[in-house]
T-cell receptor
């Protein structure tokens, strides 16, 4: 049973560019959330997708956007990259129907902005 | 909404030492709390969780945590750490539905 998979694992961009990160949720999961983890910090909630719509959003600017596809996979897009966007981006999935709603995390995509 | 804070940023222990990592939460109605662990190069995984009932919660790999309402605390404990416990530990609380707010984390380094 595949867990949460993310791609790419590492990438380097320059300021002003745009980036797209991808996430496939754990089998049977329908809810996907994205987190940003800066070096030495805890993960910060960016947003969550359920039924192909953004259901909740953290305190991140509109440069951060996303999408969820009918197969529940998701993308995170960041426009006009800043140096401060350098971080590990984590995807977490869960099942809306499960009572406990435990989150399962991928290994992340490490973005470096130069 | 609940928030959590962790005050131990970096802890260094020798093998077989006892561990206690602090986590304090802010009051926000029903209290649900989690501890996650991130081993080097691996994904975040759930250690244990508290929803209600017995305030002493047991998790995987010999970890436990005690919910103390009067102290707004949910400290993580292990009686005897191993080198393989070297990792980063995060306390977390729910943020809306199926999302979490995390503390800043505690890096644990266990020396053989």
């Amino acid at each position: 049973d595949a867990g949460v998979t993310q791609s790419p694992t590492h990438l380097i961009k320059t300021r002003g560019q745009q980036v797209t990160l991808r996430c496939s949720p754990k089998s049977g999961h329908d809810t996907v959330s994205w987190y940003q983890q800066a070096l030495g910090q805890g993960p910060q909630f960016i947003f969550q997708y359920y039924e192909e719509e953004e259901r909740q959003r953290g305190n991140f600017p509109d440069r951060f956007s996303g999408h969820q596809f009918p197969n529940y996979s998701s993308e995170l897009n960041v426009n006009a990259l800043l140096l401060g966007d350098s971080a590990l981006y984590l995807c977490a999935s869960s099942s809306e129907s499960r009572t406990t709603g435990e989150l399962f995390f991928g290994e992340g995509s490490r973005l470096t902005v130069l | 909404a609940q928030s959590v804070s962790q005050h131990n940023h970096h802890v260094i222990l020798s093998e077989a030492a006892s561990l206690e990592l602090g986590c304090n939460y802010s009051y926000g109605g029903t209290v649900n709390l989690f501890w996650y662990v991130q081993y080097p190069g691996q994904h975040l995984q759930l250690l244990l969780k508290y929803f209600s009932g017995d305030p002493l919660v047991k998790g995987i790999k010999g970890f436990e945590a005690e919910f103390i309402k009067s102290k707004f605390s949910f400290n993580l404990r292990k009686p005897s750490v191993q080198w393989s416990d070297t990792a980063e530990y995060f306390c977390a609380a729910p943020r809306g539905r199926r999302a979490l707010t995390f503390g800043s984390g505690t890096r644990l380094q266990v020396q053989p």
